[in-house]
């Protein structure tokens, strides 16, 4: 009996060994399933050739031109969202989430970059102290309903209901204005993006889907990801702060961005044309 269950124990060692084998050759290294990143100018040659001599606030600008981080937008509605090329937003859905999300907190923070997390509302609930790390951390927030529902699934009144259930949870434990809004699996109506946007949240469509959320390889998320956002140049990328494999692309994906020469925009709500709206 003591044999046989030995015998399991190995076999089934055997097989987690060769499925983690496997996921790390299937989509090739991170490294080396991006195309070849085009080649960067060369800005420091350029300042050190310069016969001007370099100001310490020139010297602090050295690194700026391949920097990934851009500039910041303000929003206080959709209309403001108003992306260039090669600019991309960062947003994590469905967390926080002990460890992955704080371990994301710390990738984007290596790459001096901000992300907008959505949180949903129980999730920020049930971690009140990782939902503050990320305010802490200079990251924007939203919520994503209370408890992740479909709401084209329910009545505009219990939808309504959900969403207003959500940001006052994310609210609550931050203490932050949970300025954006992100509909659960996309899934919106009219009438509920008007109401949103009546409420003062600017919701946060999605232009790159990571599809973070299938059984695939760290690479061929990060591949996706990439090839997607080329088609379109720029856009609001849809990451996910609750797994394993996101947390794993991550640096892959901020690094291949800055290489391509994209820049993570970073995006404050604001509430000016409320105010605005109020005063006249
Ligand atoms: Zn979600």
Redesign the pocket.
């Known amino acids: 009996m003591f044999v046989r269950a030995l015998c399991a124990a190995v076999a089934a060692a055997c097989l987690l060994s060769s499925c983690a084998g496997r996921s790390q050759t299937e989509g090739g290294s991170l490294a080396t399933s991006f195309a070849p990143a085009k080649a960067l100018s060369s800005p420091k040659k350029a300042e050190a050739d310069s016969p001007v001599a370099l100001t310490p606030v020139a010297w602090g600008r050295i690194g700026s031109p391949t920097a990934l981080a851009g500039r910041t937008i303000n929003a206080s509605s959709l209309a403001d969202l108003k992306l260039r090329d090669k600019e991309v937003v960062l947003t994590f859905?469905?967390g926080p989430m002990p460890k992955k999300t704080e371990k994301i907190l710390s990738i984007l923070d290596e790459y001096n970059v901000k992300a907008t997390f959505l949180m949903?509302g129980q999730m920020a609930k049930a971690h009140p102290a990782i939902a503050r790390k990320v305010v802490d951390a200079g990251h924007s927030i939203g919520s994503?309903t209370y408890r992740?529902a479909d709401l084209q699934n329910l009545s505009f009144d219990a939808a309504v209901a959900e969403i207003e259930k959500g940001r006052d949870a994310v609210t609550s434990v931050t203490h932050e204005d949970a300025g954006f809004f992100r509909f659960?699996?996309l899934a919106d109506t009219r009438r509920l993006r008007q109401w949103v946007a009546n409420s003062g949240m600017v919701v946060l469509d999605v232009q790159v889907d990571s599809k973070d959320y299938f059984g695939v390889s760290p690479a061929a998320v990060a591949t996706r990801t990439m090839n997607t956002l080329r088609a379109h140049g720029k856009g609001i990328i849809l990451l996910?702060d609750i797994h394993a494999r996101t947390v794993a692309m991550l640096p892959a994906l901020l690094t291949q961005l800055k290489a391509e020469g994209y820049k993570v925009v970073r995006l404050r709500h604001s509430n000016s044309s409320m105010m605005m709206a109020w005063l006249n």
Do not use: F
């Open positions: 859905d469905d949903v994503h992740h659960p699996y996910h």
